[in-house]
């Protein structure tokens, strides 16, 4: 009878030990952000003279034990302090503009990927230029522009302002998961009498799904989270996005004492980007790793 073979790899002893440094870096950032992530939580279901008192993971978990966590934290930050107008406002500016991101850069960046002609070099490279513009350099130009046309205080003005910032970065994104799909199926389109508008809608882009779905995310992270235009543009409290809404929140109800309405906020807008990265992380990852060993 014959001996099984292992095979199992060696252990590289001096390999493992060039890597221990980054191991234990990463260990530290994710201990250090889980404690101030739980931190944050717990700090929202205490009482302010309990985040006072200096013990707040101890007063969360004699909370827990006897069930009487603060969840009125989060009703008065809600509703009494209109966390839900500016919730709802980051809500439309999300799906508005991340659809209309996506109507503009996938076309384009498929048809930079497929296409030859004359210009698509300078059409590259200015989008690559354009991602690498910081905000801080063409907000007050903007500003003025918007300011004589009176469109300042607008949800129109806040969408278009998101749909431009983040475009450059969908198409430059998009342009290798284009560019490796098989020529074959353009061709067997082609044949089958498809103009080159419903190939890209009917084939093309149903296959770049992974890429569209992971820039999709970024976007939304990027769109939820932006407070530097929001800040300037949104001067009505009517429109607020959530991250403007916040900071104004959190300077009110630190002069009134509701520091723990003030935690509970804080969770409130960090749910819905932490939700999508605990069940969209794998996808996400193979889309990065996917679309740069293509590329």
């Not at 500016?93 to 384009?108: C, D, G, H, N």
């Not at 970065?169 to 998961?177: A, D, V």
């Not at 300037?232 to 002069?255: E, S, T």
Request: net charge positive; aromatic share 14%.
């Amino acid at each position: 009878m014959a001996r099984s073979v292992s095979t199992r790899e060696p252990i590289k002893i001096r390999k493992d030990l060039r890597l221990a440094p980054g191991y234990l870096l990463c260990g530290v950032w994710a201990l250090f952000t889980f404690l101030l992530i739980g931190w944050t939580i717990a700090a929202s279901l205490v009482t302010p003279r309990e985040i006072f008192g200096g013990d707040v993971l101890g007063a969360f978990f004699e909370r827990l034990v006897n069930f009487d966590l603060v969840f009125n934290n989060y009703v008065l930050a809600w509703g009494a302090q209109n966390l839900s107008r500016f919730f709802v406002n980051s809500v439309i500016y999300s799906v508005i503009s991340l659809t209309l991101i996506i109507i503009i850069a996938a076309p384009a960046s498929y048809a930079l990927s497929r296409f030859k002609f004359r210009f698509n070099a300078v059409v590259q490279g200015i989008t690559s230029i354009a991602m690498g513009v910081p905000a801080v350099m063409i907000i007050m130009p903007i500003f003025s522009l918007a300011t004589a046309m009176r469109a300042t205080g607008s949800r129109t003005t806040l969408i278009f302002l998101y749909i431009g910032m983040n475009v450059p970065f969908t198409i430059f994104y998009l342009l290798p998961f284009f560019k490796n799909l098989p020529s074959g199926l353009e061709e067997a389109a082609a044949v089958d009498g498809c103009s080159p508008v419903r190939t890209f809608w009917r084939i093309m882009f149903p296959l770049a799904q992974p890429g569209i779905i992971t820039v999709t995310i970024f976007n939304f992270i990027t769109i939820w989270n932006e407070f530097f235009i929001s800040m300037i543009f949104a001067n009505d409290a009517a429109i607020r996005p959530i991250a403007v809404g916040l900071f104004n929140m959190v300077q009110g109800m630190r002069y009134a004492g509701h520091w723990g309405a003030m935690f509970a906020s804080a969770v409130i807008v960090f749910a819905p980007t932490f939700i999508l990265f605990i069940f969209l992380s794998n996808k996400i990852l193979a889309s990065v790793t996917g679309g740069a060993i293509k590329g």
